[in-house]
């Protein structure tokens, strides 16, 4: 029903910056609350950013102040803005989206309904 395509990774140095994209398709119903996770080569995908329904916004203690969740004029589109990157961030990051949330953030990922394929961020030292 909904197509979540990620965009914007890549290969970046230590301090540098990347911008993500998250594009819904499909099933394009402007403002659901969707989230940005990451899993990271030998650990449990993890929370990153979420914005609700209502755009109130939560993040990760780990990127606090960094990271920035935001949605695009067009509402079927979230973007993460990412901020003085460090090697242990490099994962791959997913997007997410629930159909269901009401008007909070939703930082658990079994209650996401449908997930993106991917994009790879590699923060080199």
């Known amino acids: 029903q909904v197509q979540l395509v990620e965009s914007g990774g890549g290969l970046v140095q230590a301090g540098g910056s990347l911008r993500l994209s998250c594009a819904a398709s499909g099933r394009t119903f402007s403002n659901y609350a969707m989230g940005w996770f990451r899993q990271a080569p030998g650990k449990d995908r993890e929370f990153v950013a979420a914005i609700s329904r209502t755009d109130s916004t939560d993040y990760a203690d780990s990127v606090k102040g960094r990271f920035t969740i935001s949605r695009g004029n067009a509402k079927n589109t979230v973007y993460l803005e990412m901020k003085a990157l460090k090697p242990e961030e490099t994962a791959v990051y997913y997007c997410?989206?629930?159909?269901?949330?009401?008007?909070?953030?939703?930082?658990?990922?079994?209650?996401?309904?449908?997930w993106g394929q991917g994009t790879q961020v590699t923060v080199s030292s």
């Open positions: 997410a989206l629930d159909v269901s949330a009401a008007w909070r953030t939703v930082i658990v990922s079994t209650e996401y309904d449908y």
